[in-house]
């Protein structure tokens, strides 16, 4: 059996840890929707429900929301867009606002959809065998990070050890 190095550091390699498991899912998902034939990434899934929810949006209320950068969020959006799922009109109020919306084409897939979550969510659940403490565990990591930056926590240990 091979040593996994990262899971032997244990809360020495958490950001590593979380970050595999995050790349694993998300690679897995990737391959589950190609296997069905839905041209749609994984992380768009927020995006059409924060939509279907809001009917239409900014991509700074988009952003604020999922709590991603803006670079991240632009990114994500033109790909959506590309792919025809989501379209921008300028703010008829304030021009340099663009509103985004679902197509028809979103509308037509969200039933679909809304079964792929549902099968998904129903998977996630299983596979933690019906025990959502972790989020509990991970709601207290982002309110730690929230009120103190983990750069902040890094410098402050530092200055701790070099004296």
């Not at 899971?7 to 958490?14: M, N, V």
């Not at 799922?85 to 979103?106: A, G, P, Y």
């Not at 998904?120 to 930056?149: Q, V």
Request: aromatic share 8%.
């Amino acid at each position: 059996m091979e040593k996994d190095f990262i899971k032997a550091l244990g809360y020495k390699a958490l950001d590593n840890r979380l970050k595999r498991i995050s790349d694993r899912i998300l690679h897995d998902t990737r391959k589950f929707f190609k296997h069905i034939d839905i041209d749609v990434e994984p992380s768009w899934h927020l995006v059409f429900k924060l939509l279907r929810q809001n009917e239409t949006l900014t991509m700074v209320d988009i952003a604020q929301q999922l709590g991603y950068s803006h670079p991240s969020t632009v990114v994500m959006l033109k790909k959506m867009t590309a792919k025809g799922f989501i379209v921008s009109e300028k703010d008829s109020i304030d021009k340099r606002k663009l509103n985004i919306k679902l197509t028809q084409k979103s509308i037509d897939l969200l039933p679909d959809l809304e079964q792929i979550w549902d099968s998904c969510e129903d998977a996630i659940y299983k596979m933690l065998n019906k025990d959502l403490s972790i989020l509990k565990h991970i709601d207290t990591i982002e309110e730690a990070l929230n009120t103190i930056p983990i750069n902040e926590r890094f410098y402050k240990e530092y200055q701790k050890q070099k004296r």
